[in-house]
């Protein structure tokens, strides 16, 4: 196991700087134009392909890293750039980490692959889970998984909301109803493989921020699946069901559901994104403050502008050592007794939204227009407060971690 810190060693440093490269030179010229666009930045990803950033062999190497840091270092540096084009570029990651969460060894090495194609060939892949009536409370999730054993195929009803590359994926994993009478936890995850029939986009959503990644419903009529695409496998299933029957028959402790594991997973990474974005915002107002001249003195000079940045610099250093606690912590196996991957994600989301309203207030009228990157910038974090549990679920995680309460 490795040590915990916050020093980079040579490679991690070598990879960062070539990430920032990739997102100085072709995020950033072309962020305002896709997001104005709102349409699925292709070409940005294809370039990505192209050099090795968005590959399966990439995300495998920063996964694995022994520090745990190779993952919120990448993504930092990639949301530094841009948030919606960030977006497209790791979107696919969520329903990666539904398969590796949740699939045997069999289907991670049948079906990751075909999340990402090859540079050639580039696939995306899309993680299916909130509904119109089921964000937050996954309890209440409607869409239904009906096992045909004759067969040996599942069959798909129900309708998803908010999935980023909803419609447009190679590869869709689906969270999906097996028990309704277990609730939350009669939950399971399924691979729909592409040109499956019956699976169809819905409503695409035109968005206040991050507009640059594709966000959409997706229409699960009579999808049919072979029985090899449930992860885990039925065996695996019917145990864990087995058991949440017992537990729920005697009152004992309650297993975490597939769509929650792969939540509880990503959200460090998430609050990486926020860092990220908070550091681009900041790093903007900075540079504004020191060269913008009001009074025949740099705009920085005066207590009320430099203070904000110094709060704004104090925060984003916090979240980021929160983030990266919590990535060492799930790489080196330390269960976070204290909710640390949702502190991450709250304090990170709060941060970012704060930091670029701040960046905004220093450049004035300028920050409110759309010559200055900032305005985008505080589109794109207000999703961080919301999206993979609002701050308002992280809080209630930590709540009941903390006090070991049933906190409603």
């Not at 060693?9 to 070598?14: I, K, L, S």
């Not at 995300?59 to 977006?87: K, R, S, V």
């Not at 009529?221 to 090899?228: I, N, T």
């Amino acid at each position: 196991m490795a040590e915990f810190t916050m020093e980079l060693n040579e490679d991690q440093r070598g990879v960062r700087d070539w990430i920032h490269g990739f997102a100085a030179e072709v995020m950033r010229p072309a962020a305002a134009e896709w997001d104005e666009r709102e349409e699925f930045p292709w070409p940005v990803v294809q370039e990505a392909a192209r050099i090795g950033l968005y590959s399966l062999d990439f995300y495998a190497q920063q996964f694995f890293d022994p520090t745990g840091l190779g993952i919120p270092m990448a993504m930092e540096e990639l949301f530094w750039g841009d948030a919606g084009l960030g977006l497209a570029i790791t979107g696919t990651g969520l329903a990666a980490i539904g398969v590796l969460t949740n699939g045997t060894e069999e289907q991670i090495g049948t079906w990751l692959p075909q999340m990402y194609g090859d540079a050639a060939d580039v696939k995306i892949a899309a993680f299916c889970s909130s509904e119109p009536d089921a964000g937050s409370d996954v309890s209440a999730m409607r869409t239904r998984a009906v096992y045909d054993e004759a067969k040996d195929e599942w069959v798909l009803n129900g309708t998803k909301t908010w999935a980023t590359n909803g419609g447009i994926a190679n590869v869709h994993v689906v969270v999906a109803v097996v028990d309704p009478e277990l609730g939350a936890r009669g939950h399971a995850s399924f691979i729909v493989p592409p040109g499956t029939p019956g699976l169809s986009q819905g409503q695409k959503f035109k968005k206040h921020g991050i507009r640059a990644s594709h966000t959409a419903e997706v229409v699960l009529d009579g999808v049919r699946l072979p029985g090899h695409c449930l992860l885990g496998g039925k065996d695996k299933l019917d145990e864990r069901l087995a058991r949440a029957r017992e537990r729920a028959r005697t009152g004992g402790a309650r297993t975490q559901n597939a769509a929650m594991a792969t939540f509880e997973a990503s959200r460090p990474t998430v609050g990486a994104q926020a860092v990220g974005i908070a550091r681009a915002a900041y790093e903007v107002a900075l540079d504004y403050a020191q060269t913008r001249v009001q009074f025949g003195r740099p705009v920085i000079d005066n207590q009320g502008v430099a203070f904000q940045l110094a709060d704004m610099r104090t925060r984003i250093d916090a979240a980021r050592l929160l983030v990266w606690r919590a990535s060492w912590m799930a790489t080196a196996g330390k269960p976070f007794t204290s909710a640390e991957g949702s502190m991450s994600k709250l304090f990170a989301g709060e941060t970012a939204k704060a930091v670029t309203a701040q960046a905004m207030q220093i450049l004035g009228g300028n920050g409110y227009t759309r010559e200055y990157p900032v305005e985008r910038m505080h589109r794109d974090a207000a999703i961080y407060t919301i999206f993979e549990g609002t701050s308002e679920i992280q809080r209630l995680v930590i709540a009941r971690t903390i006090s070991d309460v049933p906190i409603r």
